[in-house]
């Protein structure tokens, strides 16, 4: 499967952004999804993952009570929708697909990553 992030762009503190992940060569049902970030100088972090059905999610306490998973398996799309944006946000988001993770958040267990998407937040 091919995936593709798109939606990162420059927000202010406070401001929201929906980051969308489109699927190709096959379908988004069949895998686990993620979100993960890099920022400038640090390790790859996770921010929230999603089953294949999308009814059990898991957020990074980082992200939990701002940002929300979803998707849309009928477009081939998973979402992650990000309010009351911070500074610290600031990084290149990826998303990753999985055939099966015991854990959401470790990403050694994703078999496909797409390119990343940069989100800055002013202050």
């Known amino acids: 499967v091919q995936l593709q992030a798109s939606g990162g762009g420059l927000v202010q503190a406070g401001g929201s952004l929906r980051l969308s992940c489109a699927a190709s060569?096959?379908?988004?049902?069949?895998?686990?999804m993620g979100w993960f970030r890099q920022a400038p100088g640090k390790e790859r972090e996770f921010v929230a993952g999603g089953s294949r059905s999308g009814v059990i999610t898991y957020y990074a306490d980082s992200a939990r009570g701002r940002f929300t998973i979803s998707r849309d398996n009928a477009k081939n799309t998973v979402y992650l929708q990000m309010n009351s944006l911070k500074p610290e946000d600031t990084a290149v988001y990826y998303c990753a697909a999985a055939v099966r993770v015991p854990s959401f958040s470790d990403p050694r267990l994703y078999d496909y990553w797409g390119q990343g998407t940069l989100v800055t937040v002013s202050s």
């Open positions: 060569g096959r379908t988004l049902s069949s895998y686990v």
